[in-house]
């Protein structure tokens, strides 16, 4: 209407909204998918190993055939056929006493993190979660208006005395801590995962605390040496919300994840998916049904693994031969990522346009953490691009590095990144960092 | 954990939750789509209409030759394909001047509702709303804290001076409203279309209110009787969302919505998104737009009208042949729904569980009113069933009225609903109905 500008609606705009800032991931995507840049910033699965083929005759039959019911509105928990289907996957990873009916399906495993923050999150609560954490979290938890409290991590993964004491300082400072956020598994973007011991250690602390904990395990499935350990909500049967997604699994194009909830909250669960998207998509879950219950699924995952594995042996060798001195990062036994902790003076933040330049992309360390630390660690995928790719790129990241060592040696720090001071948060001084010890 | 009860997460949930009640529809779902009850209840299109195995190989094919980037992630704004056919729709609906950058893929349309309201409500805010409205919109307004204010209708649809009543006793009350929510064509659930008057007087009232507009379509196809009048956001080009789906012209099962968005909105909207789904199922997505761009989607539109024209004349007619006297309804002109009035001492809240043991169900008033109001009133669905069992469920139905009809005869309105009294708050003295003009 007349008179309605861009000012009225900033007027307008709700509080959730002032704090929201675009995610490094989402502003780098345009550029990093061009062809001729070599992309170690995203966190796709490489879906070409797929039998594109018998997909898609499964599909099609899933329309021809039960088109009547999979192209129709469902209800909002999620066909039950399909919450079977996922006890069963969950059994493999050593959950074994779930119900289908505690199964809430969702719009992968980003809708299934963002429910349980509006089911909990009042704005001021806080979360804790590892740092770096996934910074899809963080998004869900600047929408809920709370605020992420990070807790350090080692290569053994959350260090049980830093979230003891992050749980101290939080009640010290009269907030409350709603529920602990964690990735124990193949850590994105850490690439660690949490030792057996402490495990039990971090329950225990959550336990005596009052704590819910919320398991994101996208990619527990995909170890690369032997069976990974068992999730948390193996070990606890309540207080813990457990999340996983096909898309590592299977295909992210479908958005197919589901939350393990415990049952008093599974009602209200649902009564939140339902206003938030009516029901999950028929079609997707009769397909992902489908595939686990007509297909050679686990067969598939081995091959992911195998790729996988290749390609993270071939990014560490290249970051060994031709990384910088002073260079470290992390060494995951699975998963898709790896994270590295830059010579002292880098910026990861500031180097990107230049590394776009000499055509390679990564995510910058500050895209994991809500408190702006980070510029001296990157994100490293290694699931999508072949290894001679993987290699390329890590040869093109190095060459950048050096030349900003390099200039950082003649000018010092200041010149390189005008206006961008480095900044040091309180969590990076508590954080070691994952690929410290 | 030993400990975490039901009443701890009770104490634990957001203050958003404290108001979510299941909603009406969810209610009955599960005994109305038992085969031997004839369904008046749900909303759900004839989705056997579809050339099912046409559907089905474009779908396999979709897998089989594009599956590297159907099944793969995409962007949170939803791919450019679609979007660009997304603005050939609403160009037939007579939005010609829509960018394709200013539309937003939604997982449904109720998504699309989702995000709008995440993004302008805060605790407290008021939303103006037709007086019934569509159910999953009280649903989100209710999570996101907010207040409706219903809004009266007639079989013109939005009465214009109850609109300016609502927004002056909104600010009386020293609230903000934040928009006005309205379906104005083929309106769910009251089956009335806003005419070409009112729909100037209502874009001029909100204009001078300064009031945003989220203009609901999603039935707007869906024509008996020639063209349904041009949407708001054709008449207005700023200070409207205009939100759609094709869940009634292709399939809901896949949920693909939208919502074209003034563009100083686009980019907080496609965050807001982002930090609950990251993006649409880039499949879905696929499969839309090669519907729309390989088959004759507006020929199957036709088969659809022919369909729900035949029915709704079927419903009409034994509502005229089989009602108890006092009986008055809706007589939509497109869309899926009838509302109904039953004669003054009926409850059809009361009365639903008899209705279920007569093997009929219809959605009680009461779900689409935020205030209890909607005792006397039911929502008709005449898309799903053909038209012999609509008149089955018409002649169920109105047993099941005669009987209380006789009950009440005989024992008062007393004995009818115990503990149930029949409410009827502010707004439905406001509110004439949609019937009674």
């Not at 861009?6 to 509080?15: F, G, L, N, S, V």
């Not at 994840?257 to 008093?264: K, Y």
């Not at 995951?332 to 003076?345: M, N």
């Amino acid at each position: 209407m007349t008179g309605t500008t861009q000012d009225d609606y900033t007027d307008r705009y709700a509080r959730r909204v002032r704090g929201m800032t675009t995610s490094e991931i989402r502003a780098l995507f345009a550029v990093a998918s061009r062809p001729e840049v070599v992309s170690l910033a995203g966190g796709s699965p490489y879906i070409a190993a797929l039998p594109l083929d018998a997909v898609g005759e499964m599909l099609g039959d899933l329309a021809a055939q039960q088109g009547a019911t999979s192209l129709q509105y469902g209800i909002g928990q999620g066909t039950i056929e399909l919450r079977e289907r996922i006890c069963e996957v969950m059994s493999l990873s050593g959950i074994t006493n779930a119900s289908p009916d505690d199964v809430v399906v969702t719009v992968g495993g980003q809708q299934a993190l963002d429910l349980i923050a509006r089911l909990f999150l009042d704005p001021g609560d806080v979360v804790l979660a590892e740092g770096p954490t996934y910074v899809g979290a963080l998004g869900v938890f600047q929408a809920a208006q709370a605020q992420v409290r990070h807790v350090a991590m080692d290569a053994e993964g959350l260090i049980p005395a830093a979230l003891e004491e992050a749980i101290e300082a939080t009640a010290r400072a009269g907030r409350r801590a709603k529920f602990l956020y964690t990735i124990p598994t193949f850590q994105n973007p850490a690439g660690v995962t949490l030792s057996e011991e402490r495990r039990e250690q971090v329950l225990d602390i959550c336990e005596r605390a009052g704590l819910l904990v919320v398991e994101d395990d996208p990619y527990g499935m995909l170890s690369f040496e032997g069976d990974a350990p068992l999730p948390l909500r193996a070990r606890r049967q309540t207080g813990v919300f457990y999340c996983s997604t096909f898309s590592k699994t299977f295909a992210p194009g479908l958005r197919v994840g589901w939350v393990l909830t415990p049952h008093a909250v599974r009602e209200k669960l649902v009564m939140m998916s339902e206003a938030n998207v009516l029901c999950p998509s028929a079609f997707a879950q009769g397909a992902v049904t489908q595939y686990l219950s007509t297909m050679p699924w686990q067969e598939q995952i081995k091959v992911y693994r195998e790729i996988y594995r290749e390609r993270r042996d071939a990014l560490l060798s290249a970051l060994e031969d031709l990384m910088p001195a002073g260079t470290t990062w992390t060494r995951p036994t699975g998963g898709l990522f790896v994270w590295a902790t830059l010579p002292d003076g880098l910026d990861s933040k500031a180097m990107m346009p230049r590394a776009i330049a000499a055509r390679v992309a990564y995510v910058p360390g500050t895209g994991f953490y809500a408190d702006g630390t980070g510029r001296g660690n990157m994100r490293l995928n290694f699931s999508f691009s072949s290894p001679e790719r993987l290699r390329e790129g890590v040869r093109r990241l190095s060459g950048v590095m050096e030349q900003d060592l390099a200039m950082r040696a003649v000018f010092g720090g200041a010149g390189l990144q005008p206006g961008h001071q480095r900044r040091r948060g309180p969590a990076a001084a508590d954080a070691p960092g994952p690929d410290l010890a």
